[in-house]
């Protein structure tokens, strides 16, 4: 059962930028708690790509910038590139339910 | 390199049981809390069981308590799902991944490869 609401598919042509959603409530990212993102192609291991709302892992291109405000974060993806077409994921904490670690719905972007 | 890598996926039939396995490499084991994440086919990640270092706390997904076990042996490296009681709504790509913590906040990092678990008749 995810709470924290992603879109289900965003697209962009090859260097465009777009950006990803991620929409909680007062008991998640309301609450204070950070968000981390996550890219994950089919049959892979998912990847960290953001950790604490806006830092980067090392390796992790600086076309990824991640942001909080409020109920909400967005991972935003400079200069589009078709190695980006994959799934992303937001995940933080929340604490109302007996949950402890929350994911998106995950959104699905497209290389155009 | 940090490295780890599920095993023990299968078929399996509804109320049957499973122990999936994960080995780590390239850590220090017991200094981290290890996860199972899953994903269900078509669907997105889905939280489903923590276990403290020193396995004093363990942590589950309502949906599986009191039907999986999460264990591990720092001796070996090792992190285990004792699933039992098996559904049809289990079947999912399992995934195992280490928690690290840093200023008050934890993620995931690294995952396995995951696992498949399909639960049919």
């Known amino acids: 059962q995810s709470v924290l609401t992603q879109p289900p598919s965003v697209s962009g042509a090859p260097g465009q930028r777009v950006t990803i959603s991620c929409t909680g409530s007062?008991?998640?990212?309301?609450?204070?708690?950070?968000v981390h993102w996550y890219q994950h192609l089919p049959g892979t291991a998912p990847k960290l790509l953001i950790y604490g709302n806006t830092n980067r892992p090392s390796g992790v291109p600086d076309r990824f910038s991640g942001s909080k405000s409020g109920t909400s974060a967005s991972l935003a993806i400079a200069g589009l590139q078709a190695e980006d077409e994959a799934d992303y994921y937001c995940q933080s904490y929340d604490s109302s339910l007996s949950v402890f670690y929350v994911f998106g719905t995950g959104t699905k972007v497209t290389v155009l | 390199e940090v490295q780890l890598v599920e095993s023990g996926g299968g078929l399996v039939k509804p109320g049957g049981s499973l122990r999936l396995s994960c080995a780590a490499s390239?850590?220090?084991?017991?200094?981290?809390?290890m996860t199972w994440v899953r994903q269900a086919p078509g669907k997105g990640l889905e939280w489903v069981s923590s276990i403290t270092g020193s396995s004093t706390h363990v942590y589950y997904t309502d949906s599986v308590k009191g039907r999986f076990t999460i264990s591990r042996d720092n001796a070996k490296n090792a992190l285990f799902l004792q699933m039992s009681s098996l559904r049809a709504e289990d079947t999912a790509v399992y995934y195992c991944a280490r928690i690290y913590c840093s200023g008050g906040t934890c993620w995931f990092d690294p995952w396995g490869q995951g696992t498949l678990v399909t639960v049919s008749s």
């Open positions: 390239g850590f220090t084991f017991t200094k981290y809390s």
């Open positions: 007062s008991s998640n990212i309301g609450a204070g708690f950070d």
